[in-house]
């Protein structure tokens, strides 16, 4: 009977994994973050209350589209960013997670039309962070928006298609 409790629990864990995107046994808690002792509502496991809003970065990389479908169906979008405080947090919290700085994909998109940029979220689009000479659309066809390129991890319009890690973000 043990055995088979044992075995349950383990498919059970299994099952919720979803393919490690959240590597947990190197996730710092919320309670390491002093922003998890802000009153109101907790952000749900594994992801990080920041200013109103929970983050999670997500290691498994996959293009734009279905790193932006993933967070949907966590019920956030990729990343929106509205101040430097915020990005050096997002920032911070790939750090602790990959223990290293990847470029890494956000929310931010000009598919629509080039150079009108867009948040994936409906946020409007005011701060920005972008590397030097960016965004510049290079070969006419770099229109999602990928963070810590170059040495001083910055932003960079790049192809939708490549495949990078993720931070999403959702309201609480």
Same mark, same amino acid.
């Given at each position: 009977?043990?055995?088979?409790?044992?075995?349950?629990?383990?498919?059970?864990?299994?099952?919720?994994?979803?393919?490690?995107?959240?590597?947990?046994?190197?996730?710092?808690?919320?309670?390491?973050?002093?922003?998890?002792?802000?009153?109101?509502?907790?952000?749900?496991?594994?992801?990080?209350?920041?200013?109103?809003?929970? #983050?999670?970065?997500?290691?498994? +990389?996959?293009?734009?589209?279905? %790193?932006?479908?993933?967070?949907?169906? *966590?019920?956030? /979008?990729?990343?929106?960013?509205?101040?430097?405080?915020?990005?050096?947090?997002?920032?911070?919290?790939?750090?602790?997670?990959?223990?290293?700085?990847?470029?890494?994909?956000?929310?931010?998109?000009?598919?629509?039309?080039?150079?009108?940029?867009?948040?994936?979220?409906?946020?409007?689009? #005011?701060?920005?962070?972008?590397? +030097?000479?960016?965004?510049?659309? %290079?070969?006419?066809?770099?229109?999602? *928006?990928?963070? /810590?390129?170059?040495?001083?991890?910055?932003?960079?319009?790049?192809?939708?298609?490549?495949?990078?890690?993720?931070?999403?973000?959702?309201?609480?």
């Amino acid at each position: 009977m043990l055995t088979v409790s044992l075995l349950v629990c383990a498919m059970m864990a299994l099952a919720t994994a979803d393919d490690a995107d959240v590597a947990s046994s190197n996730s710092s808690s919320n309670a390491d973050d002093a922003s998890s002792y802000e009153a109101g509502p907790r952000c749900p496991a594994f992801w990080i209350k920041y200013n109103g809003r929970c #983050f999670l970065y997500v290691a498994r +990389a996959r293009d734009w589209s279905d %790193a932006e479908k993933k967070c949907l169906s *966590l019920k956030g /979008n990729l990343a929106s960013v509205h101040s430097i405080e915020e990005y050096e947090f997002i920032q911070k919290l790939i750090t602790q997670q990959s223990h290293g700085n990847p470029m890494t994909w956000i929310g931010g998109t000009d598919c629509q039309k080039n150079n009108i940029w867009f948040w994936s979220d409906g946020r409007p689009f #005011f701060f920005t962070f972008w590397c +030097a000479g960016e965004p510049n659309n %290079a070969g006419g066809n770099q229109g999602c *928006l990928r963070m /810590n390129y170059g040495e001083h991890h910055c932003w960079d319009d790049f192809q939708c298609s490549h495949k990078l890690p993720s931070v999403c973000a959702r309201n609480l």
